[in-house]
Nanobody, 117 residues
Framework: QVQLVESGGGLVQPGGSLRLSCAAS????????MRWYRRAPGKERELVAT????????TYAASVKGRFTISRDNAKNTVNLQMNNLNPEDTAEYYC??????????WGQGTQVTVSA
């Protein structure tokens, strides 16, 4: 059974850091493109970061480039998102996404990130 479970969200001050984790089951994360999306209230989901199959490439939204880092821990079958220098515009629900696992896309339940002074 394919499942993604995010964790690590919370409340931080501007300039602070958080590390989000996505624990995957039912498939191997290293064999699929993995993504982090976020959705702020009243907005559509926004693609934040992508790591390609076997970690050969990473891409980021312009708004987070240089501040966020996506990575895999293949031994733990997890995908992580290190978020540094957070600002209030980063406040959103963050979702882990598995791309085309057996022809389907899968989403985690989300973890809330709030950046406020």
């Amino acid at each position: 059974q394919v499942q993604l479970v995010e964790s690590g969200g919370g409340l931080v001050q501007p300039g602070g850091s958080l590390r989000l984790s996505c624990a995957a089951s039912g498939f191997t994360v290293s064999n699929h493109n993995m993504r982090w999306y976020r959705r702020a209230p009243g907005k559509e989901r926004e693609l934040v970061a992508t790591i390609t199959v076997l970690g050969t490439s990473t891409t980021y939204a312009a708004s987070v480039k240089g501040r966020f880092t996506i990575s895999r821990d293949n031994a733990k079958n997890t995908v992580n998102l290190q978020m540094n220098n957070l600002n209030p515009e980063d406040t959103a629900e963050y979702y882990c996404h598995a791309f085309r696992v057996d022809g389907k896309d899968y989403w985690g339940q989300g973890t809330q990130v709030t950046v406020s002074a």
